[in-house]
């Protein structure tokens, strides 16, 4: 049980398009989904706590207007990195816990975009 | 100072060895803790969570944690090739909010 399901694996794009990440748990209802951002040989950052029916809650220094978090049911969320440039190229994971197993976050296995 | 320490390595060890990764924390509100495991490329696998101090034990893997010493542990024992892999300790403060705080990942190879 437990799992979430992160699309697409992998992404190259051109500097100025939108990226689009979607999010799934699978096997549960995820009323919250988090979103990280992961650099080489650095932890996980959380960039944002998506809720489902509300807007997402940033963590400081995070722009809401270049990463757009929507969370419209409670097994999908979806990330969309906005006019993307090359800094933005990094790891993007998404978690969802399952509050009725009482489990900790489960995660994806996570995006890696490359901005060329 | 960072809320969490832990030593990145990388860390290797011949198969068939115990492992031991630590980490250290700082904030006394942390009250859940877990362990993950990440292969490279790939988004963190939970491997153990507990609560408060004690041991846990699954399979190969015990889970420690001390909280007077602000101090939790990972031990593997008989270490396999497919242990390799980057694994990250995470805690969470108590109440509902479930924002993780994660250590940077120690790299453990297990050599054949």
């Known amino acids: 049980g437990a799992v979430v399901s992160q699309h697409p694996s992998w992404v190259i794009c051109k500097s100025g398009t939108s990226v689009k990440i979607e999010c799934r748990s699978l096997?549960?209802?995820?009323?919250?989904m988090f979103w990280y951002r992961q650099f080489p040989k650095q932890s996980l950052m959380l960039m944002a706590t998506s809720n489902e029916g509300s807007k997402a809650t940033y963590e400081q220094g995070v722009e809401k207007d270049k990463f757009l978090i929507n969370h419209a049911s409670l097994t999908l969320s979806t990330l969309t990195v906005t006019s993307a440039h090359p800094e933005d190229s990094s790891f993007y994971i998404c978690?969802?816990?399952?509050?009725?197993?009482?489990?900790?976050?489960?995660f994806g296995d996570g995006t890696r975009l490359s901005i060329l | 100072q960072k809320e969490v320490e832990q030593d990145p390595g990388p860390l290797s060890v011949p198969e068939g060895a115990i492992v031991s990764l630590n980490c250290t924390y700082s904030?006394?509100?942390?009250?859940?803790f877990m362990w993950y495991r990440q292969y490279s490329r790939k988004g963190p696998e939970l491997l153990m969570y507990t609560y408060s101090s004690g041991n846990k034990e699954d399979g190969r893997f015990t889970a420690q944690v001390d909280k007077s010493s602000k101090y939790i542990s990972l031990f593997i024992r008989d270490s396999q090739p497919s242990d390799s892999a980057t694994y990250l300790c995470a805690m969470i403060y108590s109440g509902g909010y479930q924002k993780v705080t994660f250590g940077i990942g120690t790299k453990l190879q297990v050599i054949p």
């Open positions: 904030n006394s509100a942390f009250q859940y």
């Open positions: 978690s969802a816990r399952d509050w009725v197993l009482g489990q900790p976050q489960h």
């Open positions: 096997d549960f209802q995820a009323t919250t």
